[in-house]
């Protein structure tokens, strides 16, 4: 009997709980779009800035990204997908490692040694595709873990160490792929390293017949890159995992008195995300998007550090790293075809860049549009006196930070 | 006549869209006097000063200084006025020394941008020395006490040449002897004509110290008394609404078996090299409460943390229902029946960015019954929200899906009470329970403790509070710097006695067995 009652009162509530839900989904996704529109106005002005002339097409190219010139074989566009994934996957290895609170500045190293894994097994071994894919992981794996332990062990700031084994990775797998220390995998005639495709066919991720309409880098990795993100939306919201991540990351003093142990958690986290992040470079290198170039020693992949901008965007949402990912593609895309004779294809660099730094204020804009939509539904308000008790002390305080 | 009022609030009244959150309430506060406002968690206490310190506009209503109408539009023009408040939870530089902190946003400067802090110390020690704020100026805000840092504040509005000053809720953060120096620093510039405003809910402060008090009740103005013309009972019955029980009802315990043995433990301190917890030895038997009592800082946060788990412990034994647990885990030993309500709920209790319902769980999400697979079940861990919130009467905006931050203190603690007593578990350890709450919610939180002993369950109590010491517990263990210093009977102790305990003026041998 009970139960009945319990249940007739969980009806309106898990309605209420539905709606506030959905509001704040919103909220979110509509402060990352006015994020979005903004970046691109910025862009625009430079532009004009730059070359006033050709700014309106210029502008359009860049709008258009990978759809531009979409009857060379679709190359755009098949270049816009086939680098997403990967970018889904940086995005998704620091937005899991926010999840713990931990800022996983790391990708880059982790993907780099990924690359060096998925070479190894599909260069010299000749290992299946799908192996390939569990070594890069594997490898990326180990690359998070060190600074987990550290941070969960002797809490050094996983910051510091994740920025020193990125250059420590780069470097690492430069010498041993130049010097074809574990085998024969860079050919010294192009400044690459082979081509998995022709060296190993099997090795290479599958076209499943993507490659009739797109090119031959189109893989099913979007489709790998997808699930992934999926699995990790059900991981982190409806896991217990997921649920013990979560709490380290608010607050990691009342996890451990709920008998979490935060150290597994962090190192755990830092696993996982490791793993993320070498399974985006499998899916870069074993596509056949592009080859190691171990003579420029100069910068991290972009890939790795466009993670962290995937994830910003993101609001570290996994499902919203694909969105994200599949825009910051766009975008490059569409900056690399811009005519050279007027701008520079780092445009595009720019325009990302700002629209990341524009989510920072992602927060202040979901407020602004929060207030919005509030006002509109005022009359929804009264329905528990109780809600607005509290809430007009949250105001109070965020006045009082706006007084100082 | 105006003028005997150098504050006056009129008719203020306050509304938020769908709540009034002031209805009409008029406060007057007179040049020289120590006022209370008094008022449960949510009567609308903080909005009323909100108003007078120019964060919120009333909706009607007028504010005068001396008899003249004034605008406060922001807490510039409360400065201006020369009003200041001190809040509940500071505002302090904690990397500043004290004297930094004073001065910030009013630097004195010499020869352009260059500081010159000369003439400020001078003040500041003129200052401390007229009203007995004895502070180093020199240390940092770190390394000082929570009562040396509320003198601090007190000096940053006195340094301003504020005079009307508000107090927000001072004492929940103190110890009993910084509350006794809080007073009388309070006399004292009473004395020195500044005026106060005194938030609380604890009406033993406000009997002792306040001339008159101001109580709202859900936002309704009840009244202004006298305090030399009433009494407790009274001012908790105009802020509650009904009779308030000061005294704890219940009956003679009927201690059973030991359900947790201590034996020999030791606790190395954080802090310092020496151990906080020095040799302690004691057993806690079902149906009992035990308190342990003592001066903050003696020891008993260390010890609960050894015994729940939270810290190490570098000598001794705890057997808990006759199996040792001296190496066990906090999940082994929160399962073998152990529950613990923290002293810190939002350091350690809750997960503030979390749902109520989230912890609600906190404790039990890997139990079968929320969890199937490594799956959360949803439904059950709601359902099981709303039982507890409704038997706990744990309110809260959106019920289980409100963010805990957004609750308020009382209604906080209320859901960890509920988590931790609704494991059902054979030891409660309960740390400071009632700390900053009011009387309605402390007289809630004692029954239980009360009908949890009844119910055969042994309670471990740790407070600081002498008057829930002596109501609540049918034994008393004095812990002086790490030490068990005595074993008393609040029905056969005066509070002077338990003092003499706590102050290390006094100590016995404490039997190991009971």
């Given at each position: 009997m009970s139960n009945t009652t319990t249940m007739k009162s969980a009806a309106p509530k898990n309605s209420i709980s539905r709606k506030s839900g959905l509001i704040s989904a919103t909220n979110s996704i509509l402060s990352s779009i006015v994020c979005i529109i903004i970046g691109l106005l910025v862009g625009f002005i430079i532009l004009v800035c730059i070359n006033a002339e050709h700014a309106g097409e210029g502008f359009m190219t860049i709008l258009i990204g990978g759809f531009n010139n979409i009857n060379a074989h679709a190359r755009n566009i098949s270049k816009e997908i086939a680098e997403a994934a990967p970018l889904i996957m940086t995005g998704l290895s620091v937005a899991f490692a926010y999840k713990t609170?931990?800022?996983?500045?790391g990708a880059a190293g982790q993907y780099s040694v990924g690359a060096l894994g998925a070479l190894y097994f599909a260069?010299?071994?000749?290992?299946p595709w799908y192996i390939c894919i569990l070594a890069a992981m594997l490898c990326g794996a180990v690359w998070g873990a060190i600074p987990g332990l550290l941070k969960a062990f002797f809490n050094v700031n996983e910051v510091i160490t994740s920025i020193m084994f990125n250059w420590i990775a780069l470097y690492g797998v430069n010498e041993l792929l130049k010097n074809n220390v574990l085998g024969k995998m860079y050919e010294s005639t192009k400044n690459k390293t082979y081509v998995v495709r022709t060296t190993s066919a099997g090795s290479a991720i599958p076209n499943m017949g993507l490659d009739n309409i797109f090119s031959k880098s189109t893989t099913i990795a979007i489709f790998i890159a997808i699930i992934v993100a999926i699995i990790m939306y059900i991981i982190i919201n409806k896991t217990t995992f997921g649920y013990e991540l979560k709490a380290c990351g608010h607050n990691k003093d009342a996890a451990k008195y709920a008998g979490i142990n935060e150290k597994r958690s962090i190192i755990l986290s830092m696993v996982i995300a490791g793993a993320l992040a070498g399974l985006g470079a499998a899916l870069f290198y074993l596509s056949g998007v592009g080859e190691w170039n171990p003579n420029d020693s100069t910068a991290c992949p972009a890939i790795g550090f466009n993670g962290i901008s995937v994830a910003l965007l993101a609001v570290c949402n996994p499902i919203g790293c694909v969105f994200s990912a599949l825009l910051i593609s766009h975008i490059t895309v569409g900056g690399s075809c811009l005519a050279t004779a007027y701008y520079q294809p780092e445009i595009a660099d720019i325009i990302i860049g700002v629209i990341i730094y524009l989510c920072a204020f992602a927060m202040l804009f979901k407020m602004l549009i929060g207030k919005v939509v509030k006002v509109k539904s005022t009359s929804d308000a009264n329905a528990d006196p109780q809600i607005e008790l509290h809430e007009p002390d949250s105001d109070k305080e965020a006045e009082k930070e706006d007084e100082e | 006549m105006n003028n005997e009022y150098i504050i006056e609030m009129l008719n203020i009244t306050k509304e938020f869209p769908g709540i009034r959150a002031n209805d009409n309430v008029t406060l007057q506060l007179k040049k020289g006097e120590i006022h209370a406002l008094l008022g449960e968690n949510g009567a609308g206490k903080s909005t009323l000063m909100s108003i007078l310190f120019g964060l919120y506009q009333p909706t009607s209503g007028i504010i005068k200084k001396n008899g003249v109408e004034v605008k406060i539009n922001n807490p510039n023009d409360a400065n201006a006025l020369n009003i200041g408040m001190v809040h509940q939870h500071f505002k302090l530089v904690?990397?500043?020394?004290v004297l930094e902190n004073i001065i910030l946003g009013v630097e004195p400067t010499a020869a352009g941008p260059f500081l010159s802090t000369k003439d400020a110390r001078a003040k500041v020690m003129d200052l401390s020395q007229k009203y007995g704020?004895?502070?180093?100026?020199?240390?940092l805000i770190s390394d000082i006490t929570v009562g040396m840092q509320q003198r601090t504040e007190i000096l940053k509005m006195l340094y301003r040449d504020n005079d009307i000053l508000i107090f927000d809720e001072p004492t929940a953060v103190l110890t009993p002897q910084e509350i006794e120096e809080l007073m009388k620093i309070m006399k004292n510039l009473a004395k020195e004509g500044k005026s106060i405003l005194f938030i609380t809910h604890k009406l033993n402060e406000i009997m002792e110290v306040s001339d008159r008090c101001t109580i709202l009740r859900k936002g309704k103005y009840m009244g202004t008394v006298d305090i030399a013309n009433t009494n407790k009972e009274e001012l908790s019955r105009l802020m509650v609404g009904r009779d308030v029980k000061f005294e704890v009802d219940k009956d003679e315990a009927k201690p059973k078996e030991s359900v947790l043995k201590i034996k020999n433990m030791t606790v190395p301190s954080k802090v310092h090299k020496n151990n906080a917890v020095k040799n302690v030895s004691f057993n806690v038997r079902a149906g009992e409460i035990v308190c342990i009592a003592g001066i903050d800082g003696n020891g008993q946060t260390e010890f609960v943390h050894a015994l729940t788990g939270l810290e190490k412990m570098s000598e001794g034994h705890i057997e808990f229902k006759g199996v040792d647990i001296s190496h066990s885990s906090i999940r082994e030993r929160s399962k073998s029946g152990m529950s613990h309500i923290p002293e810190d709920r939002h350091k350690h209790g809750l997960v503030l960015d979390y749902t109520l319902e989230q912890n609600m769980v906190?404790?039990?999400?890997?139990e079968p019954q929320f969890q199937k697979a490594g799956f959360i079940k949803n439904g059950a861990v709601r359902d099981y929200a709303l039982k507890l919130i409704d038997q706990y009467d744990v309110r809260s905006g959106q019920g289980p899906v409100t963010t805990v931050r957004s609750m308020s203190g009382g209604n906080q603690q209320k859901a960890i009470i509920a988590r931790e007593i609704d494991k059902d578990p054979d030891l409660l350890v309960a740390v400071q329970p009632t700390r900053g709450l009011d009387v309605g919610a402390i007289e809630y939180i004692h029954k239980q403790l009360v009908a949890q002993r009844d119910k055969g369950k042994a309670v471990l109590l740790v407070s600081l509070e002498l008057e829930e010491v002596m109501n609540v517990s049918d034994r008393i263990l004095v812990m002086y710097e790490g030490e068990l210093v005595g074993q008393l009977d609040p029905k056969q102790i005066t509070v002077q006695e338990l003092g003499l305990y706590m102050a290390g003026a006094k100590r016995d041998e404490v039997p190991a067995e009971v």
């Open positions: 609170g931990l800022f996983n500045i260069l010299v071994l000749h290992m | 904690e990397c500043f020394t704020l004895s502070v180093n100026p020199d240390a906190l404790q039990r999400y890997w």
